[in-house]
């Protein structure tokens, strides 16, 4: 006998991730990819769009093997904000430039501030121009690679790319456009069209849906190539943070998800929009939500980088070591913009910093400074939201570093605040699975992913972290000019092999769409 199930994939940054869930929620098989993307020059991240089509097939193809199932709807999910750009038969005119771990567009960001007024892309965005607005690297591409953007036609992020693929429809949901600043208003809940014709009037921007909306259905092509069945629904999807959210009931007021990953993203849902300057006010992913957010650059990025300098232990037995090092770290102190900082220093040059070192400390004492800087970096965000008049009511920690107690307790020692722990912890994907479901049935998200436990911090580290917390926000202050004038050198140096190196030839994906195959 088939049961019924839906698909959720998430497009990360470092991992697809896909699941197969029942329509009670019971995960039924999951599947993971793992890729990297590329670091051209210091501040560039991109990636290669045919990688997102492909590890979706194969994810797909391994949930399906085997199962005596009948998947009924599709969810999607991605990092974000993205730019893809591709021509009108959807080849894409160079490799996608990922989100706000991307700094290079502060020229063009000065440039639409000083066209448009700081204040008023703001007020009309919900959001300051910053490295995580789509629209100021669209301007980048423009500027900075004018024949490939002579011959972009569309707008892509992870998860339209694949609705793209799979449907043959050209639709982005609200909550990604929103942080497309400066070319979407809140307040109107649309594309500004009298800034989308300044800064990139060639482009057919996307129709746009919520995320649960259903954006159409797969095609015969499309169930082809991933062993999907033709004709089943699939929503439109979001940015993975949101998705994520949506996979532990983190959609209510007062709610801030914090979500352990290669970056850690901190989402808060607010019942009327408000303005920080040093946070994101995007709209919600679901109709008729608003939310508060920031993001900080790199957490899970700078505990795999120190893994890979002590010759690629487990994370199992450093995180024994480093719970074997006691609070504070014998007296080490990170700052973990080891890529610049997002929320709410919105420093694309900031750098990292290690202080205290001896010749005594270990891989142990290294490593939980790490994730005590993960830790004083949340507690910093969550200041300036409730600063800001943001109400934080519950902590729902997801993700992947979420799975293993030492990480949110730590957190929840800096911060004092709770954290609720869900069932299940895979993230985005189960919560595109969730919106695939709910397209088709009657499901709610307590019933499929009830809290597991509650971290609750511990009293007695309070007096240290709270010395701790306010010697790391001198530490940004009294080293900022150093790692700016750090952060120019490593600019030069990698400007200067640009112009050394000959150019080559990007490759192309080779799954793009043809118009024909687009609309099967």
């Known amino acids: ?151 972009a036609t569309r707008l892509y992020m992870p998860s339209s790319w694949l609705v793209r693929h799979l449907t043959g429809e050209y639709v982005l949901d609200h909550h990604s456009a929103s942080q497309c600043t400066p070319l979407y208003d809140v307040h109107g809940l649309g594309w500004y069209q009298p800034w989308v014709r300044q800064v990139c009037p060639s482009l057919e921007l996307p129709r746009l849906a919520w995320a649960d909306d259903v954006a159409g259905v797969v095609t015969t092509r499309a169930s082809e190539e991933t062993g999907l069945p033709a004709g089943i629904p699939v929503v439109t999807g979001t940015i993975d943070a949101w998705s994520e959210a949506v996979s532990a009931g983190a959609h209510r007021v007062g709610d801030l998800m914090l979500m352990y990953g290669t970056t850690m993203f901190l989402v808060n849902t607010v019942a009327e929009p408000v303005v920080e300057p040093s946070l994101w006010g995007p709209v919600g992913a679901l109709r008729g939500t608003r939310s508060l957010a920031g993001g900080m650059a790199t957490t899970g990025a700078v505990t795999g980088w120190l893994r890979e300098l002590f010759g690629s232990p487990s994370y199992a037995a450093l995180l024994e070591a480093a719970s074997a090092s006691p609070a504070g770290a014998n007296g080490l102190l990170m700052l973990p913009y080891f890529a610049g900082e997002r929320t709410p220093l919105m420093d694309p040059d900031a750098r990292g910093v290690l202080a205290g070192l001896t010749l005594s400390h270990t891989q142990g004492d290294l490593y939980r400074a790490a994730l005590e800087a993960t830790g004083l970096g949340v507690r910093h965000n969550i200041e300036t939201m409730t600063g800001a008049g943001a109400p934080i009511e519950r902590v729902v920690a997801v993700g992947g570093g979420a799975q293993s107690p030492l990480w949110p307790q730590i957190v929840s020692d800096i911060t004092g605040r709770e954290q609720v722990i869900p069932s299940e912890t895979i993230g985005a994907s189960l919560g595109a699975a969730f919106l695939a479901a709910q397209a088709v049935s009657d499901v709610a998200i307590e019933d499929w992913n009830p809290p597991r436990t509650v971290c609750r911090p511990n009293v007695r580290h309070a007096a240290l972290y709270d010395e701790l917390y306010d010697l790391y926000r001198q530490l940004y202050q009294n080293t900022a000019p150093v790692v700016h004038a750090l952060a120019a050198h490593q600019q030069s140096r990698a400007s200067a092999r640009g112009r050394a190196e000959p150019q080559t030839a990007r490759r192309t994906p080779t799954n793009s769409l043809d118009n024909q195959g687009a609309h099967q």
């Not at 990360?12 to 051209?40: C, I, Y």
Request: hydrophobic share 40%.
């Open 1 to 151: 006998m088939h049961s019924f199930a839906t698909i959720g994939v998430d497009i990360g940054t470092s991992s697809s991730k896909g699941v197969l869930v029942d329509e009670s929620g019971r995960v039924m098989g999951t599947a993971n990819r793992d890729h990297q993307p590329s670091r051209p020059r210091p501040g560039w991240v991109e990636m290669d769009a045919a990688t997102w089509w492909d590890e979706f097939v194969g994810i797909c193809r391994e949930l399906l093997d085997g199962q005596r199932v009948e998947v009924r709807a599709v969810g999607v999910s991605g990092m974000g904000p993205c730019v893809l750009l591709a021509d009108d038969a959807d080849r894409p005119v160079r490799p996608a430039i990922l989100y706000g771990v991307d700094t290079r567009a502060s020229a063009q960001i000065d440039e639409l501030n000083a066209r448009f007024g700081a204040e008023e892309i703001l007020h009309r965005g919900g959001s300051a121009l910053s490295s995580q607005a789509a629209g100021a690297k669209i301007a980048w591409v423009a500027q900075e690679e004018a024949g490939a953007f002579a011959r």
